[in-house]
């Protein structure tokens, strides 16, 4: 029985934590918390009138107040009607940390290769197509905005040591 | 200039060869972002607001307003022939028009689409004509605490309306306010949120923002969704585009309703075309004599919809350039282009500026024959677009975003916002928090922020100087309303519904 009552526990704190709106109303209230903190340090009235602290001290309550409202409600309602599916997200964050790595390969190697290599991945890999489409698609997208941006529009763009 | 000499005087600048050419740039994007699904005017108009910065302010304003209500024309075109909206305006345009299409008759839904955007659109253009210049004139007398109160009613209506939770909209417009402030203070240029970075000395580009939380978000969110779906075919030819006799009959009543409750509901900051094109359809099926046929393929669910979308963009210029305050994504995005180019949105704009308010406005007018013309003949043309492998597609969306932050600064750092701004569009769109909030907090926030310090410095420190003013103690009266009206249980299972039923 206490086994039971303890993993029925468990499992109902385990959903709890699972809640998105949990997690992203604790994430800012921490980030309300940051806000006020970080206005104390400023002038919240000067002799001319209010300071640089004024509006951000009372904005940070504000998200205070509100975010721990908003786990107080989630956890009124019970955690498992606000699960957030995640699962289905796998594609999406993959994509996105190809974007990312792209943008820190971009300082080394320019936009053009990096730009390549992440369109690449896209097809091959979040797309499922050939390699040889993905290799097509990737160097003429990456040429067709070398040849857009940097030369015809004299729009700049990262470059990489082969000067593009 | 009186209403008449200002319209001729916009005329006169919107049919400047290159002008009229900017337009039709700007329709014909729209009528394409439009139609495709996964990427919405507000992205775009974030993406390609770089490239306009050397144009000339009114040539640059004429073709980001035409991608704005252009897509509004192109979104249609989806709901009908896929089922799936290109924008969330058509949500509504899918119930009858894609069942008039299962019914062999998408051209004449197609075709009505087309011609409610006009009449209405059109509509709409006309009520900004004659409603800008009174209420330009009226904000004339408008002081720091009428427009912090200003700020506030429209931040309240944004937030009532762009989505099912009050706190989460409130919490999203409390983010985009915290964003704005990173950078250094105006007042005592104390830096403030810089994490020790002289790069954020000068803030955050509002470019980084929009494209990362519009566009990357955006594409992520489609990337997960990627649903592939069969496209009806698309009659060829103008005489199969045309309703016939009844439809048109039947649709006469919905072009007015759309007109008249897509103007209206436009003005109100948060109201959108999504929203207005709900409550026209309700208006539609709550008078018609038939209301059982909606939802199988009435033409008149397809007029009132298309139509109240298309004439809300007349109503949403009001605010935004008599005010200065933007209703949504979009129009915020509008706001800063203009800023940029130096041009000051609000009541003195019509005489400070009236190449670009007078010019903005007539091209509307030519705007959407270009787009009548544009959307009927063309469109089996346009359907093509719906071809594109998505594969293609979404790096292309990298690349411009990638483009138009660099653009901006020539800093790898901003690329780096770009990834972070473009995480946190898509988390919030799967933690259900709206965007609309976050961006026009961000774009309104150092504003805000300006009145209420400078409200204050005149009435040296009385809070209450804020309600003593009655202009100001009204507005934020509605305000307050506003956020407690949802406590009332019957009204936020109104507002729940009406915001749900809209996607």
Redesign the interface.
Known sequence: MLRWLRKGLVGQWMAFLKN??VI?GAV?AA??VY?VM?SRA??Y??P?????A???FW??V??VA??L??VV?AARKGGEGQA?D?S??G??MM??LA??VS?VL??FLG?LIS?AL??FF??AV??R?SLATAGI??VA?ALA?HLV?PVA?S????AGPFGF | MDVASGLLHGFAVALQPSNVFWCFVGCLLGTVVGIMPGLGPAATIALLLP?TFKMDPAGGIIMLAGIYYGAKYGGSTTSILLNIPGESSSVVTCIDGYQMARKGRAGAALGIAAIASFVAGTVGVIGLTLIAPPVAAFALSFSSPEYFALMCLGLALVVLLSGTSL??G??SL??G??LT?IGT?L??A?A??IFGQATLLGGIDFMVVAIGVFA?GE???S??A?EEARMLPVPRGIRNLLPNREELKACRFAFLNGSITGFLVGCLPGGGATISSFIAYGIEKAVSKHPERFGQGAPEGVAAPEGANNADTGGALVPLLTLGIPSGGSTAIMLSALVLWGVKPGPLMMTESPNVFWGLVASMYIGNVMLLILNLPLVPLFAQILRL????L???I??IS??GA??AS?R?FD??L??GF??LG?VMS????PSAPLILGFVLGDAM?RA???S??MS??DVLSLVERPISAIMLTFAVMILLIPLLGWFNRLRVRAITENG
Not at chain 2, 389 to 392: A, E, H, T
């Open positions: 998105g709106d992203s800012l980030l309300g806000i970080q400023w002038d009235y000067t001319d009138g209010p300071g640089p004024f509006f951000p904005y940070g504000a998200m509100l975010s409202l908003l409600s957030v995640w289905a997200s594609r999406a994509t996105w974007f990312a943008i971009m300082e936009f730009f992440l369109t896209i097809v979040i797309f197509r698609v990737a997208s905005f941006f529009l729009v700049s763009l990262p | 490239l706190l989460k409130l919490l409390l983010l306010l915290w402030s203070d007042f005592t104390q403030r949120f990357i594409v992520m969110g990337i997960e990627g492998p998505l594969y293609v979404f790096p292309v990298f690349g990638i483009v660099y653009g020539g790898i690329l780096g770009l990834a473009g995480l898509y799967k933690l259900k928090y922020e209420l310090r400078q204050l410095m040296q420190g």
